[in-house]
C-alpha cells in the first residue's frame, strides 16, 4: 500500500463497510443470542472501528520504510464525517509526513473528521512543519494515536499541544501492533543505540556451512527475503573472514530498496566488493553507539559465528532471524551456528515473535526475554 501512496491518498471507502466487519454483541461466540442495551452497543463498535482503522494505518504505512528513514515510517488514516476514508504515509525526508498526507487527500473533508495515526505527532519545525499545527488546521475535531513517540523533540507535546486546542485525543489503540511495527525507530530513539538483527541461514541440525564448503544454505526465496532484510537496515555488517572468505558486496541486488552502509571487523583490501565500508577494530558497545549517533536505526549482523557469538554473548541482540533449511549437515566439520560454551552464561531465553515458509525453508524470528 505504501508504495502507491499518491494513489492510496486519492482513495476513499465507505465507512459502513468497515462497521460491518465489527462483532455484532447481540449474539455470542457461541450463536446464544441475547439482550444488550443501545449504549453497550454503541461503545462496542466505536472501539471495535478504532481499532480497525489504526489496523488499517499500520497497512499504509508498510512501505514508507523503505523511503522515510530516518524519518519513522507513520501511516494514518482521517474518516471525515459522512464515512469517506482517506489514508497517507510517509514520504522521502524532507516532504510531508503520514498525517499531512492524508489531511491533503481528505481536503475540506478533514473538518471534523477523526484522524488515525500510528505514531504521536511531531510539534517541533524540522525539515518540515509541526504536524499539529497542520491538524489544528484543517480542523480535525478527533485524534487517535497508535504510540506517544519518545523522541525527546515530541515525547507528550504533540498530544498536549492537540488537547490545548480542544481535539480529543486517545492514546494507545492498537499500541502492541504498532510497537512491533515501530521497534526498531523506538529502540534508537530510547537507547540511542541501532536496533541489532542477527541473520543467520542454517540447517536442522544448527549448521551454517556445508562439509562440502557449498556457498548455499537456503534457497533462493529465502536470499531473497534477506536483501529485503537489508533494504530495511541502515548498515550491515559482517566480519574481515567472512569478507576473505566470500567477497559479498551486500548489496540489495534482488529487491527495490536502498542498499545499507556496510560496516567489517577488522580490516579489508581496497579491491573487496565491500568497500566503501566503515572498518571497525573496537568495542561493540562502542560501535552501536557511533553508529546511533550517526543516525543508524537498524543494524543487521550476518557474519559467521564468531561475529554472531561475540555480539550474541554480550547481549547486543534484539532480534533474531533464523533461516531454516531441511538438510541435516552432520560430521563434525561444519561449524555451528554460535561458538559452542563450556558453560551456560550464553544460554538466552527467548519468544518466537513469527514464523513463515520460504518455499523450502522456514523463518523463525526470535527475541530475547528482557534479560539473557
Avoid at 541461514?201 to 531473497?224: C, F, H, Y
Avoid at 520460504?358 to 527475541?367: C, G, K
Amino acid at each position: 500500500m505504501g508504495a502507491r501512496t499518491a494513489e492510496l491518498c486519492m482513495r476513499s471507502l465507505c465507512l459502513p463497510c468497515f462497521r460491518c466487519l465489527c462483532p455484532r454483541p447481540a449474539s455470542s461466540a457461541r450463536g446464544e443470542p441475547g439482550k444488550h442495551d443501545n449504549t453497550t452497543k454503541e461503545i462496542v463498535t466505536v472501539k471495535t472501528l478504532d481499532e480497525q482503522m489504526m489496523r488499517l494505518a499500520v497497512d499504509t504505512a508498510v512501505d514508507a520504510r523503505l523511503r522515510s528513514r530516518p524519518n519513522p515510517w507513520v501511516g494514518a488514516v482521517v474518516v471525515a464525517i459522512d464515512g469517506q476514508v482517506f489514508c497517507g504515509a510517509t514520504m522521502q525526508p524532507g516532504e510531508a509526513h503520514a498525517e499531512v498526507v492524508a489531511i491533503q487527500a481528505a481536503g475540506v473533508n478533514s473538518q471534523g473528521a477523526t484522524l488515525y495515526t500510528t505514531l504521536e505527532p511531531c510539534s517541533h519545525t524540522g525539515k518540515t512543519g509541526p504536524c499539529t499545527q497542520a491538524i489544528i488546521n484543517a480542523k480535525i475535531s478527533r485524534v487517535v494515536v497508535g504510540i506517544i513517540d519518545p523522541d525527546k523533540q515530541v515525547a507528550g507535546n504533540g498530544i498536549k499541544q492537540l488537547r490545548d486546542a480542544g481535539i480529543t485525543v486517545e492514546v494507545g489503540v492498537e499500541e502492541t501492533l504498532v510497537a512491533q511495527q515501530l521497534a526498531p525507530y523506538l529502540h534508537h530513539r530510547r537507547t540511542g543505540r541501532p536496533y541489532v538483527i542477527l541473520k543467520m541461514a542454517m540447517t536442522l541440525d544448527g549448521r551454517v556451512a556445508m562439509p562440502d564448503n557449498s556457498q548455499w544454505i537456503t534457497g533462493e526465496t529465502a536470499r531473497k527475503r534477506v536483501h529485503q532484510l537489508r533494504a530495511e537496515s541502515d548498515a550491515i555488517l559482517v566480519g574481515a573472514g567472512t569478507v576473505r572468505a566470500d567477497n559479498p558486496s551486500l548489496t540489495t541486488r534482488d529487491v527495490h530498496g536502498p542498499s545499507p552502509r556496510r560496516v567489517v571487523l577488522g580490516n579489508v583490501s581496497p579491491t573487496d566488493k565491500v568497500n566503501p565500508c566503515l572498518e571497525w577494530n573496537g568495542s561493540l558497545p562502542d560501535l552501536l553507539d557511533t553508529l546511533g549517533n550517526e543516525g543508524v536505526i537498524q543494524l543487521m549482523v550476518e557474519g559467521g559465528p564468531r561475529v554472531a557469538t561475540s555480539f550474541h554473548n554480550e547481549q547486543l541482540i534484539d532480534q533474531y532471524v533464523l533461516h531454516l533449511a531441511p538438510i541435516i549437515a552432520g560430521g563434525s566439520e561444519s561449524p555451528h551456528a554460535l561458538v559452542e560454551s563450556s558453560d551456560m552464561s550464553s544460554m538466552m531465553n527467548g519468544h518466537i515473535v513469527s514464523t513463515q515458509v520460504l518455499d523450502n525453508d522456514i523463518e523463525i524470528i526470535l527475541e530475547p526475554a528482557s534479560t539473557y
